[in-house]
């Protein structure tokens, strides 16, 4: 199954974006990823937390911890499809200034 789509058995259907797919395809801990597999299904589940707020206005984070590190999942949702965009996983260190840079 592709990392970059994948049914959830929730409501909503998650969509990596170019970069949180790459960054997942550059862990290499297997369970690390299963980790974060994890979290997508909750975020999946329930979408809609706390929102960011000033330049990342509707941004949403979700969070876990893995081998004493924190990690993040930042994303946004689109209400009328239903449907969940992951825009970067990693770990919290930087997480929201990284965020912030353009795409590349």
């Not at 199954?1 to 960054?23: F, G, N, V």
């Not at 597999?37 to 589940?45: D, F, H, I, P, S």
Request: aromatic fraction near 12%; glycine fraction near 6%; charged fraction near 25%.
């Amino acid at each position: 199954m592709s990392l970059k789509t994948w049914p959830m058995l929730a409501m909503y259907k998650i969509i990596l974006l170019p970069r949180a797919e790459k960054q997942l395809r550059k862990i290499k801990d297997s369970r690390l990823v299963q980790a974060f597999r994890r979290c997508l299904n909750e975020v999946a589940a329930q979408p809609r937390q706390k929102s960011k707020v000033g330049d990342l206005r509707g941004v949403y984070g979700h969070g876990f911890n893995y081998a004493g590190a924190a990690w993040m999942v930042a994303y946004f949702t689109d209400e009328e499809k239903q449907a969940v965009y992951i825009i970067a996983v990693g770990s919290h260190k930087g997480f929201w200034q990284e965020i912030k840079r353009p795409l590349n």
